[in-house]
């Protein structure tokens, strides 16, 4: 097998991989868009047409998140650093961003909020006070805030680095057969969202007040499933994918890869809503459908790679600038789709659709722009890279 690496920007054109740069940029959008329909799924108590509209869009994008840890596999399994290198250049380059957006972006959103003010009534000021900002600047290294909601990625990105080192010795001696075994395994892990639903209707009241599955209670978090669940799998997945690539034609592609998507979406969207008519106002249960470690979510997951990857785009010089500015996209764009929200609200007679793919075009652009910029200059350079 080939391993695939993607250059930076200064590498010639003809060394790039166009199909991961193309899914790279994919899955980046994606991500702001789904921030985008936040605040339309919001309006579920005040507006059920908006709120339809959010939770269609939404759901169509779940993908995202996933999109991304595939191409971590893509990129880095098996891991040929030897494991102290490999974590002090990976987990070196995501601690420098997560502590200095961690501080930027909630002193931007405190100045946003004081002179500009937001439309959204889904927010809370107080949230955006000097004493709460004053706080954000610190609680960071224990988990993320309102302001850098998408950082909640690093943290996670950070565990997966820790492992990847350690599964490479297995990856490397692994049969195709041994890979299917332990991607059907993880594969029932899907399920889990499922019988969390389920398990309540059919009787289960937990144990001591704890309604954990398959182990799980107050005084022990891993279950049954905990090891072998979750983003490790897409890794993996993205592994054998690339290793293994289905040698089918784009008829028997389309044929699998559409059906599945349509499946996943269908079940994503409407059991969102049927979740929110059952449970409304419960955040906690609303998001289960939404869980990208979920068989829906994999169901549009696994399509959306498999095409992109056998398509073999060609390397194109403006997809690697983009590409190679999506790290940092992700960083920042949390900020731009709050102000692009505030500007189209005010664009009168538009559905919420249209109102969400001009917030999603204004903030990947403009958190373009920033990036490109950032990049040009060496000492902010290695935030956004």
């Known amino acids: 097998m080939t391993k ?13 991989v166009g199909w991961v740069d193309l899914l790279r940029v994919i899955a980046c959008f994606l991500v702001v868009f789904s921030h985008c329909c936040d605040p339309f799924v919001a309006a579920f108590d005040s507006d059920r047409a908006t709120f339809l509209q959010g939770v269609m869009c939404g759901s ?10 595939m191409m971590t596999g893509v990129l880095l399994l098996p891991v040929r650093m030897e ?19 961690s501080l930027l972006l909630p002193v931007l ?14 927010i809370d000021p107080a949230l955006f006070t000097g004493e709460a900002t004053l706080r954000k600047l610190w609680t960071f290294v224990f988990n993320f805030t309102y302001d850098t909601t998408p950082l909640w ?9 820790f492992i990847m080192p350690v599964i490479t010795p297995w990856l490397e001696r692994a049969s195709k057969r041994d890979l299917r075994i332990v991607l059907s395994v993880w594969g029932l892990s899907l399920l889990l969202p499922y019988v969390k639903i389920a398990a309540p209707l059919l009787g289960y009241a937990g144990n001591y007040g704890n309604m954990g599955l398959y182990g799980e ?19 993996l997945l993205a592994f054998y994918l690339t290793k293994f690539p289905p040698a089918w034609s784009w008829r028997r592609m389309l044929a699998i890869c559409i059906p599945s998507f349509v499946v996943g979406y269908l079940v994503t969207s409407l059991g969102f809503i049927e979740m929110q008519r059952h ?37 194109r010089p403006m997809l690697a600038r983009v590409a190679g500015a999506t790290f940092g996209i992700y960083l920042c764009h949390f900020i731009f789709v709050q102000g692009a929200y505030d500007l189209v609200v005010r664009i009168p007679g538009i559905p919420a659709v249209v109102r969400i793919l001009l917030m999603a075009f204004c903030a990947f652009a403009v958190s373009y722009v920033v990036v ?14």
């Open 4 to 16: 695939i690496r993607l250059p930076d920007l200064k590498v010639p054109l003809d060394r790039r």
């Open 60 to 69: 169509l994008v779940r993908a995202c998140v996933p999109l991304f840890v």
């Open 83 to 101: 494991l102290g290198a490999f974590y002090r250049k990976r987990l070196g380059r995501i601690l420098l961003a997560l502590v200095f957006w």
């Open 109 to 122: 959103y405190y100045l946003y909020m004081r002179y500009v003010g937001t439309s959204s009534p889904s």
């Open 153 to 161: 990625y690093l943290y996670m990105l950070a565990g997966l680095y």
């Open 217 to 235: 209670c107050d005084w022990n978090v891993y279950g049954t499933f905990y090891y072998v669940s979750g983003f490790a799998g897409y890794l």
């Open 279 to 315: 449970f409304p106002g419960n955040y906690a249960y609303l998001e289960i459908i939404w869980y990208f470690a979920g068989i829906n979510v994999f169901l549009m997951t696994a399509p959306v790679f498999l095409i992109v990857q056998k398509a073999a785009a060609r390397p």
């Open 372 to 385: 490109r910029a950032m990049q040009r200059w060496r000492v902010t350079r290695r935030f956004v890279e």
